[in-house]
T-cell receptor, first 116, second 115 residues
Framework: AQKITQTQPGMFVQEKEAVTLDCTYDTSDPSYGLFWYKQPSSGEMIFLIYQGSYDQQNATEGRYSLNFQKARKSANLVISASQLGDSAMYFCAMREGRTSGSRLTFGEGTQLTVNP | DGGITQSPKYLFRKEGQNVTLSCEQNLNHDAMYWYRQDPGQGLRLIYYSQIVNDFQKGDIAEGYSVSREKKESFPLTVTSAQKNPTAFYLC??????????????FGPGTRLTVL
């Protein structure tokens, strides 16, 4: 079974509007972390936001927020006030437990296009 | 500035040749990682190392080898045994695993093409 599922291969949003990118995960480990990365066309992976499984509040970083619903095993990324520079591939990733170190499992990504 | 460098940015190789991709970091991170990305897909873990002189296989280690002789460096060799080596290779580093966010920070990547 897929550990990280991103069901939206592509998303479109108008500039200045908000957009939600979906991510569901599958783990039986009570201790895990969820990450979102942005990959522009240049290829570099840029860290956006982190949510720990024991965090009580949803993570926020500037225009990025993470809608963490633990019971549903979802960790959706919300980008507010979209900008043209937000057009990129977005990846959700999970780190499980403590024994495996920091190794991450990535989803297949969502291509976001921001229209002017 | 602290960061991760990968060289070269583009690499061309003939079939049957081994090639080594460089990854250097000055973030004082203990852990380093190599990922492979094929077009339109996510990243898959090749090898990772949590400490000098120690490394573990990831999900797709066959046809690859690594070394970790220095904390700052984690070179990846793509051997002739790797059947489909054409891909984008990303190196990352993080603080040592298991505590806190352990956020992985990535280098700019190396695009390998086998001719």
């Amino acid at each position: 079974a897929q550990k990280i599922t991103q069901t939206q291969p592509g998303m479109f949003v108008q500039e200045k509007e908000a957009v939600t990118l979906d991510c569901t995960y599958d783990t039986s480990d009570p201790s895990y972390g969820l990450f979102w990365y942005k990959q522009p066309s240049s290829g570099e992976m840029i860290f956006l936001i982190y949510q720990g499984s024991y965090d009580q509040q949803n993570a926020t970083e500037g225009r990025y927020s993470l809608n963490f619903q633990k019971a549903r095993k979802s960790a959706n990324l919300v980008i507010s006030a979209s900008q043209l520079g937000d057009s990129a591939m977005y990846f959700c990733a999970m780190r499980e437990g403590r024994t495996s170190g920091s190794r991450l499992t990535f989803g297949e990504g969502t291509q976001l296009t921001v229209n002017p | 500035d602290g960061g991760i460098t990968q060289s070269p940015k583009y690499l061309f190789r003939k079939e049957g040749q081994n090639v080594t991709l460089s990854c250097e970091q000055n973030l004082n991170h203990d852990a380093m990682y190599w990922y492979r990305q094929d077009p339109g897909q996510g990243l898959r873990l090749i090898y990772y190392s949590q400490i000098v002189n120690d490394f573990q296989k990831g999900d797709i280690a066959e046809g690859y080898s690594v070394s970790r002789e220095k904390k700052e460096s984690f070179p990846l060799t793509v051997t002739s045994a790797q059947k489909n080596p054409t891909a984008f290779y990303l190196c990352a580093s993080s603080t040592r695993g298991g505590r806190g966010t352990d956020t992985q920070y990535f280098g700019p990547g190396t695009r390998l093409t086998v001719l």
